[in-house]
């Protein structure tokens, strides 16, 4: 962290870092922002430099040096830390809590650390009603799969397990050696060789329903390249149709569960979302499965299937006899 870019936040955020701590070493300041003990000195000669207008005794910033320790004597004013918003310190603990809860993506230990500063730092100013947290429950079952894989991928052993695949909606049993646990958009992932389907695959850990950890190596070939997740973990697939969906309130679940683009908010906690599917068959019953709580606007060949669909369920319910 020693350019430009970089420099202005920490010398913003020196002054009051300095003011909390009088006496403090240099090499220590150096370690928490993450820099040479070098170039902390060449910042604290450049605040010497800076200051209120008149840029005279009295108006710059006074810095007291002792041995190899410092203290601001006089701080111009800027003795204000710089403070997330509410909703910044909210996603940033989200995020750094299920970091934290993904055994083997993290130091979690750094990350814990993290997470105690910023809730020290956001304290008081977070308004009443903002509740900070994943709140999720982990039953002893996910637990358990969520031990068994990140002990395959640190003892890299290969594991067997039955996986649901939504898209298909299917289960199936599978071989896979371990490559890495990831994090991507909130969600916790295996990314592994797929003896299978002979590739390299992702398997979201809350879709695993058993895993056991095998005595065999893991071994992906040579040419197991990573996913690349820097510009999101689904893009989009020609072979693809996309539908257009207005969730009511209780089928916002949808949003979260099943990979979606473009949420818009609407009235009454209703929401758009833009869903890729590629095989028709189950997104019909996906949609009819759900009733009223969901509403098809696009394409129009998935609008007429449902309806047709649904007008067929209809008139077989009218041939039943009445309870």
Do not use: N
Request: glycine letters at 8%; one cysteine or more.
């Amino acid at each position: 962290m020693s350019g430009a870019t970089d420099r202005l936040p920490r010398l913003l955020a020196l002054v009051p870092y300095l003011l909390a701590r009088p006496g403090i070493p240099i090499d220590e300041v150096a370690e928490d922002f993450e820099v040479t003990p070098k170039q902390i000195r060449k910042d604290l000669e450049l605040l010497w430099m800076c200051g209120l207008p008149g840029y005279g005794p009295g108006d710059l910033i006074d810095l007291s040096f002792e041995g190899e320790t410092v203290t601001v004597t006089f701080d111009a004013g800027m003795s204000r830390p710089l403070r997330l918003t509410a909703a910044e310190a909210t996603s940033l603990l989200v995020a750094l809590r299920a970091l934290a809860e993904t055994p083997g993506v993290a130091d979690q230990a750094a990350v814990q650390r993290a997470v105690a500063k910023i809730e020290a730092a956001v304290g008081q100013a977070r308004p009443a009603g903002v509740a900070v947290g994943l709140a999720v429950r982990e039953g002893p079952q996910t637990a358990r799969v969520r031990d068994a894989v990140s002990d395959g991928v640190r003892r890299r052993r290969a594991l067997r397990m039955r996986y649901y695949t939504p898209s298909r909606d299917e289960i199936t049993d599978r071989v896979v050696d371990p490559m890495r646990l990831l994090l991507v958009e909130g969600r916790s992932y295996l990314e592994a060789w797929c003896r299978a389907a002979d590739g390299v695959r992702l398997f979201r850990l809350d879709r695993i329903d058993a895993v056991d950890v095998l005595d065999e190596p893991a071994s992906p070939p040579p040419h197991a390249t990573p996913t690349d997740t820097s510009e999101g973990l689904f893009q989009p697939d020609p072979s693809q149709q996309t539908a257009v969906l207005v969730l009511e309130p209780d089928a916002r679940w949808v949003a979260e569960y099943y990979p979606t683009d473009g949420l818009v908010e609407l009235p009454d906690g209703r929401a758009r979302v833009l869903m890729r599917y590629a095989d028709t068959a189950w997104m019909v019953r996906l949609l009819l499965g759900m009733g009223g709580e969901v509403h098809v606007e696009q394409p129009p060949d998935l609008v007429a299937e449902v309806a047709r669909q649904a007008g067929a369920a209809l008139r077989r319910a009218d041939h039943l006899p009445a309870t």
